[in-house]
T-cell receptor
Framework: AQSVTQLDSQVPVFEEAPVELRCNYS??????LFWYVQYPNQGLQLLLK??????LVKGINGFEAEFNKSQTSFHLRKPSVHISDTAEYFC???????????FGSGTKLNVKP | GAVVSQHPSWVICKSGTSVKIECRSL??????MFWYRQFPKQSLMLMAT?????????EQGVEKDKFLINHASLTLSTLTVTSAHPEDSSFYIC???????????FGSGTRLTVV
């Protein structure tokens, strides 16, 4: 069975500070990994995804994530956050047949001025 | 890019009534639509997968008679919550694969409140 764990339900951070949102997954088969962002009352927007190749993936809005197979992690990072990054972030995995996403419980990033 | 339009964005209904949520793919054909539900402070959970022209496949624990899914065309899938109860209050969101790979587009979601 697959599962995704986002340990931090909320992360407060000051503007221009770095941030890391943690994601760990468990799967008996190989998966692809995704990070989505959800702004209030909106749908999910893809930030980045890891399918294969370089384990460091760069996404939109200055975010990046690193796939660590040995630690089964896919942490999301940004060196300097903005107020506009305040949103909820979801880590997700999908099996190679692309038929079903498994989402983490989400991390609310609150960027303070 | 590919867009999935979901309506309504929010709805309040009385207990016992039915509510229909629509998801339309605007610039691509969605042969498969996925319906998710998100309870407060919880993650998105897949409810069902609908394929155009065939019956939807429901996840374990999801009542197919309560959550009716219709995918009659390549651009429209609907989810009807029948005889809604307060415990059905949730955020419902649809998703469609936009190609043959790993690209998915999500609708903007529908917040359902049953009073």
């Amino acid at each position: 069975a697959q599962s995704v764990t986002q340990l931090d339900s909320q992360v407060p951070v000051f503007e221009e500070a770095p941030v890391e949102l943690r994601c760990n997954y468990s799967s008996s088969v190989s998966v692809y990994l995704f990070w989505y962002v959800q702004y209030p009352n909106q749908g999910l927007q893809l930030l980045l995804k890891y399918l294969s190749g370089s384990t460091l993936v760069k996404g939109i809005n200055g975010f990046e994530a690193e796939f660590n197979k040995s630690q089964t992690s896919f942490h999301l990072r940004k060196p300097s956050v903005h107020i506009s990054d305040t949103a909820e972030y979801f880590c997700a995995v999908i099996l190679y047949n692309f038929n079903k996403f498994y989402f983490g419980s989400g991390t609310k990033l609150n960027v303070k001025p | 890019g590919a867009v999935v339009s979901q309506h309504p964005s929010w709805v309040i209904c009385k207990s016992g009534t039915s509510v229909k949520i629509e998801c339309r793919s605007l610039d691509f054909q969605a042969t498969t639509m996925f319906w998710y539900r998100q309870f407060p402070k919880q993650s998105l959970m897949l409810m069902a997968t609908s394929n155009e022209g065939s019956k939807a496949t429901y996840e374990q624990g999801v009542e197919k008679d309560k959550f009716l899914i219709n995918h009659a065309s390549l651009t429209l899938s609907t989810l009807t919550v029948t005889s809604a109860h307060p415990e059905d209050s949730s955020f419902y969101i649809c998703s469609a694969r936009t190609g043959t790979g790993s690209d998915y587009t999500f609708g903007s979601g529908t917040r359902l409140t049953v009073v």
